[in-house]
């Protein structure tokens, strides 16, 4: 076996045969060299695992391939920690099979994480293009360092995109939680709760936007099946998560913390139009943090984040009485600025299937 590489692109595939020859070649054209591509077949039904295999006989000292028993289908998870836990780097990069780098990633993240000791795992953002590899004007992530804290961001948002983690804090951190769609969400939060990260400027790839992307929910989902689907994908996120916050010992134990996953669970739980859960969910927040209650300009913060006039209203219920955030200003500005967002955008965007 070649000697052990510095860089494990971790690459999971399931029926993407349309677009692996593209998301492989970006990678074997890096011109960073000390790499391996660990690839992990889901139990694909389309030409998905011949393509692969092609292209080990191909490249043998760089690209391995692995399935699953039988072939099964296991889910993104499972595919990503079988690639994971083969990984020999000492940098782990995961990669969509449906995405593109551009040749100069690695090389800059890893001269990025070599500049940088006191940073164990390094984000940015990716161009997008669409399933025929054109050209988008939008980009996917975002600069999170201005944010007084990432990991709270991070639980209001699934912004993180590409990522390189030093492999050490990887295995400390442990693998992909089973069974979750968006198990990168739920990794991003418990790796940030314990590791400091750094952002690397310009966009180092492309996210290809199609039909059946996975790794985030959808831009702008055709159905309210799916859209509703989406939301519980990602409410059953925060209630492992928060299973996770009560025998946590890092920043994820918090109580802080612990209340901003109860509100976020609290959120999707309300644009799933299940009253009784949200609302327990809601009052959850301040068991979890009673100084919350006192902090009205913590709150207020996080509710103008979701800018809506319903969920402002559940927090308020969850408040309770007397409601002394009357007598607070900057409470009463925030909910004011939601409520004026809330007026404007009714005015000029068609209402979709899910309001919030």
Known sequence: MPAAPLVSVCMPSYNHARFLPAAMDSILAQTFRGFELVVADDGS??????????????????????????????????????????????????????????????MRQVEFMDMHPEVEWTYGVIDSIDKDGAPLREQTGADLSGFPELLERLILDNCLTPVMVRMKCLREVGLFEPGLKYSDWEYWIRLAARYPAGFLPGAVGAYRIHENNTGVPPHNPETLEVALENIRSCAEVFAKLRRKADGATDQLGRPRIKALLDLRRAVFLL????????????????????????DLQGLASYLSHFKSLRVAGMMIRALGFPPSWLADGGFMSALWQIGTHRFRRRSSIPAGPVQV
């Open 271 to 294: 644009w799933l139009r299940d009253k009784s859960k949200s609302s327990r969910a809601a009052e959850d927040v301040f068991r979890s943090d009673p100084t919350l209650r006192h």
């Open 45 to 106: 039904t389309d030409n998905s695992l011949e393509i692969l295999q092609s292209y080990a006989k191909r490249y043998p000292d760089v690209v391995r391939v692995l399935a699953h028993l039988g072939h099964q289908n296991l889910g993104i998870s499972e595919t990503m920690n079988l690639a994971t836990t083969e990984a020999r780097g000492e940098y782990w990069c995961g990669h969509a099979s449906d995405d593109v780098s551009y040749p100069d990633r690695l």
